[in-house]
Every structure is written in C-alpha cells, then in structure tokens.
C-alpha cells in the first residue's frame, strides 16, 4: 500500500470515524472485485439504499473504484473494486 492509500485509509477508518457499514462494505469489495452494489447488498444482508452511500463514501476517500455496467435487468449498475485493481 503506498503512502496516499494508507493516508486515504486512515481518514476513511480512524477510531473517530470508523463506520462499521463502510468497512463491511470495503471488505467485500476487497474480497470480491467486481461486484454491483445489489450483489454487495446480499450478501451483507443490507438495503442497497445504505449500501450506495457506504459505496459512494469508499470512492471519495480514494479507497475503489468503480465502472457501470449492465445488469440482467438492462439497468446500468455500478461495479465496484478496490483502488488500482481495474485501472
């Protein structure tokens, strides 16, 4: 992890900021690139509507990315991986 990542990390997570829905939230993403955020809302058992924000949160602290694609439903859907994995 590089300087800026680590820096980008600890304003995400310090003690004093730490939400538990978006560490979840990065943890699946780190452990399964690639995902939508419906599909990262099943599998923590979560409303998608918590689940963009924590999503959105990640981005803006620099922590993934993310790409739209299309889903089974034709709906563009966001697909989320952790910073420097699909770039």
């Known amino acids: 992890m590089n300087y800026n990542s680590e820096e980008a990390y600890r304003k995400a997570f310090n003690t004093n900021r ?6 979840r939230v990065y943890v699946t993403i780190t452990e399964n690139p690639g995902l939508m955020d419906e599909e990262i809302a099943a599998r923590l058992g979560t409303p998608i509507n918590s689940i963009t924000g924590r999503v959105k949160e990640l981005h803006d602290h620099g922590l993934i990315t993310f790409d ?3 889903n089974t439903r034709n709906n563009t859907c966001r697909r ?8």
């Open 18 to 23: 730490l939400n538990a829905l978006r560490y």
């Open 68 to 70: 739209n694609t299309t």
């Open 80 to 87: 989320s991986y952790v910073k420097g994995e699909s770039e």
